[in-house]
């Protein structure tokens, strides 16, 4: 499985968000917050969690696929359980089926505190690039 690294996919890189650590159904992704993820109350914007919780749970679900395959998301579900402020944010996933066409997993997102700031899930299909 790869690690996704810089340059891989730029809208991480513009927001700063890195996958670091991948194992066969699991991944941790990390975000530093910075004001330009703020809204307009000074906590993180939602989107950023959901996007956060999107990478984590994709990332998952790829330390299980093969070379050919890809896995576009198809639902997300977010409950936001507190604002999210602190230093960054960790996302921490883990899938919990991986059918033929069709993958699901969960991640929690935890603030620089250890707070538990969102909980999602996440569906993705699995399709064969060859």
Known sequence: MRKTEPGMTPFWDYIGMKETKIEEAHAELRLDITPELHQRRGSVHGGVLATLIDGAVGSAVRSVLSEE???PTVELKINYIRPAHGEYLVAKSKLYHRGKSLAFGQAEIFDSNGDLVAV????????NTK
């Open 120 to 127: 999602g899930t996440g569906t993705f299909m699995i399709l």
């Open 69 to 71: 395959e890809i896995s």
